[in-house]
Every structure is written in structure tokens, then in C-alpha cells.
């Protein structure tokens, strides 16, 4: 009865990789804890770069110092 | 003082549906627990069905699956 | 399949209180929502008032200072 | 290695003005429990005002009654 | 730069456990969407029994009807 | 109205410490947003580093490397 929760930043990640963590996700969990899938949820949050923060600053921010 | 995240898919809930949890959690705590509903905070979160998974799979394709 | 985390100071909340409170925002979310209890989940956190702030200071002074 | 989740309402904050929200709270940490402020974690949720309750309503509601 | 969290039932999970878990989710996210580990947050809830309610009961009371 | 939830390791944080965090975020959150301290919550959460991953390995471990 596992929740997973990930948060990644919005990239234009495509519906084909979201299938990707959560097949992933819940197959790890299955094999680790031998956790029922059916009962399993993987919830995924899109964050946007600006409400991200990393190192004092936003990620839009810090990427382009980055370059 | 409480705090409550719900977290729902995006399936169409109205202003009114939100307001009724809103009222029915509040009201629950306060009479579980004793809670002062000025201080009781509700966050609802609706989340694409594309980024929520049970099962191993997305939803939007739980769903499917099912009909 | 809704996800419902509720974060509580932890007082001395009692088993038979828990349930009232998982019971309760289950059938809220079948009577509102008409969602499935069996894929309901209710996750209570209880914070220790040494954790939780209020008012820029922690609920074990808060409270003290409203005696 | 701190997480931070910020929840505020959606009330049209800036960009600088989440800037000194990372800012601010990343160098709080860095100050208060020396943590590195390379990998301090800041997300910003910004919720619709008819998905935040206090005091058994809707922000949006809310609002309205105290003008 | 993902954080993710997973909640399970606090049932005697093992110290290897946690570290599978936690080494699986890393990978699958560099898999999947090339992030880098050394940014990749996963932080593990051990949620008790008593705390966690599905089908609008508690777990440990959920658990003894199955029996 | 804020809600802020800070997650850090369980390194024998003070009683001091917190509420330095506390005052700190609450303070920010009203010279930034003008948020009023009455209603923001702050809540922390602190982790055992066996259950807070960091570059695919539980902090513990982590840690032990660095040295």
C-alpha cells in the first residue's frame, strides 16, 4: 500500500517516460517489499524552474549560470 | 492548527464539490478532535491522470484498461 | 484513489480517534466524490509541538504564552 | 541536504519575489544548521485560491467576507 | 534534481531494504530521464500501522479482517 | 496564510535551533509576500539518515564515504 510521491522539474517530460518512473517505481517496490502493485500509487508533480530552488536560486537562474 | 492535503485526479471537481471536502474535514476535525476550524488548514491538489499511477500504469490508462 | 495526508500536533490522539478521522474523510470523499473507499488512503502525521510553528514561534511556547 | 516546500495561495507572486523566497530560506539553513547551501532543496507550490480552505471555506470565499 | 518520497508501513523494514529502495528509484531516474544522482533526494516515511488508513479503516485493523 | 515544511537529517537539532527556523521563515514570508504570521504554519520534519537518500545511497552511508 505504498504512496510515492516525485517531483522533478517541467522539461517537457513525455507521457511515455511518466509511464517509464511509474512501471519503475512499482515494480522496485514489489521486488524490495513485495508490496501488492494494485494498491501502489506514484503520484508525479511538474514543477515549474522558477518554484524550484536550488543553491540559493532558481533553477531558470541557476542553469544559465551554468552555460 | 491541523494541516490536510487531498490529494484527487483532475476529473472535473466544481467550486462547489472543493467546497463541500473543504467544510466536511474541517468540520471533522473539529469534532473528532477538538480543532478550531480558524486555524484548520485544506489543500486539495487535482493531478492529471497522466501523473498519477496505480497498478504499474498511469490512470489514463488504468481506466481504459477497465471499460 | 484519493491520497489524504492530515498532520496533527501530537497530544495524545487515540486509536479510536484515528479511526473516526480515517472513517470520516473516506466516506466524505465516496459521499462528495463518489470515490472508491477500497483505494482511499488516509495517512495521519502526528508533529511534535517542538515542530510545528505558529505565529513565528513553536506551539509548545504558543501555547504557553495563551495560558 | 534540506528540503523545503513552500505552499502559498496563487496571488500573481513574482519571479524576484520568489527569488528571495529561495534565497531567504536557503541562507536561513545555511546560518542556523550550517547546512550547504549547494544541495538545499526550495519548491514553491502556488495553489488556486478555490483549492485552499481555512476556517471551513474556500480563500476565495473567505476573502470576500472579510472586505 | 528530483526529490522524491516514499511512504510505506512501518513493518520492520530493513536497513538493506531502504537502500535498495533508495538505489533503485536514483537509477531509474537516470534512466529514464538522465538525472543525476548526486542531486536526486529520496527520503523513505515509515508510516505506523494506526496511521495509515485505507478503505476507510486503519491499517492494523484492515489486516486482521484479511486474516 | 503559508504553509512551509522543512525536512532535514535527525542530527540532534536544539529546541533553540528550531525555533530559530521558525522565526526565520515566518519573518520572510511577511517581509517578501506580506504574509501574516498568525496563519503561517511551519512544520519540520526530521529525517533518520538511513531513510534520506543522497546520490543513490542512504546518508548514512554517504557520509561515511566523505570522510
Chains 1, 2, 3, 4, 5, 6 share one sequence.
Do not use: C
Not at 513485495?34 to 537562474?61: C, L, R
Request: net charge positive; proline share 3%; no cysteine.
Amino acid at each position: 500500500m505504498p504512496y510515492v510521491n516525485i517531483k522533478i522539474t517541467k522539461d517537457g517530460v513525455t507521457t511515455q517516460q511518466k509511464a517509464e518512473l511509474i512501471k519503475g517505481v512499482t515494480t522496485l517496490l514489489q521486488k524490495v517489499l513485495n508490496k501488492n502493485p494494485a494498491t501502489t500509487f506514484v503520484i508525479i508533480d511538474e514543477v515549474d524552474i522558477d518554484n524550484w530552488g536550488i543553491a540559493g536560486e532558481q533553477v531558470s537562474v541557476h542553469r544559465n549560470k551554468s552555460k
